[in-house]
């Protein structure tokens, strides 16, 4: 079984500042992760995933976020946000025992993260 | 292209009544999905489908059914709705699925079982 946990409901930033999001999981087998954003009244979008290679992973809109399997982390990060960037963020987990992931996402409770002019 | 279309945007149901929800994409994707968002959690997957005739169970498919007979369509069936079906259902599409593509998001529909 997997598991999200987002440990911040919510978190206020003034504009410009930096902002870190912190997303832990727990998985027993191999793990894929991903980022999802949620504007207002819409849909989520794809922000980010991690499947392999590089830990280090990052989004045309200047967020990053960066696999550490020792501290079993996915954090995402701006260092200077705006304030199209009020939104919903989802961390997710896709887990697989043979090496090649599964549609079966497992979603956290969000962050809900408000720029402050 | 429309994207992902979902119908209806709003509907209020009595306990006990059935109605389906409808999504419909025009981009050629094999792989489609229903997820429902309760407020202040995350998603959670109640079926997905990879092509057309073969749908599959996700997380919390109890009270729905589904059904994919054309690529672009992918209805949910709701049978007896329940308060506990009181959710707002976003349906999803991938080209190859999630780890190749990334998955476009319809605007959800917000249901309300009374």
């Known amino acids: 079984a997997q598991s999200v946990t987002q440990l911040d409901s919510q978190v206020p930033v003034f504009e410009e500042a930096p902002v870190e999001l912190r997303c832990n999981y727990s998985?027993?087998?191999?793990?894929?992760l991903f980022w999802y954003v949620q504007y207002p009244n819409q849909g989520l979008q794809l922000l980010l995933k991690?499947?392999?290679?590089?830990?280090l992973v990052k989004s045309i809109n200047g967020f990053e976020a960066e696999f550490n399997k020792s501290q079993t982390s996915f954090h995402l990060r701006k260092p200077s946000v705006h304030i199209s960037d009020t939104a919903e963020y989802f961390c997710?987990?896709?887990?697989?025992?043979?090496?090649?992931?599964?549609?079966?996402?497992?979603f956290g409770t969000g962050t809900r993260l408000t720029i402050i002019p | 292209n429309a994207g992902v279309t979902q119908t209806p945007k709003f509907r209020i149901l009595k306990i006990g009544q059935s109605m389906t929800l409808q999504c419909t994409q025009d981009m050629n994707h094999n792989y489609m999905y229903w997820y429902r968002q309760d407020p202040g959690m995350g998603l959670k997957l109640i079926y997905y489908?990879?092509?057309?005739?073969?749908?599959d169970k996700g997380e919390v498919p109890n009270g729905y059914n589904v059904s994919r007979s054309t690529t672009e369509d992918f209805p949910l069936r709701l049978e007896l709705a329940a308060p506990s079906q009181t959710s707002v259902y976003f349906c999803?599409?991938?080209?190859?699925?999630?780890?190749?593509?990334?998955?476009?998001f319809g605007p959800g529909t917000r249901l309300l079982v009374l």
């Open positions: 489908s990879v092509g057309a005739g073969i749908t």
């Open positions: 998985s027993s087998v191999s793990v894929y």
């Open positions: 999803a599409s991938s080209p190859t699925g999630l780890f190749q593509e990334t998955q476009y």
């Open positions: 991690y499947l392999s290679g590089s830990t």
């Open positions: 997710a987990v896709s887990g697989s025992s043979t090496g090649f992931g599964n549609e079966k996402l497992t």
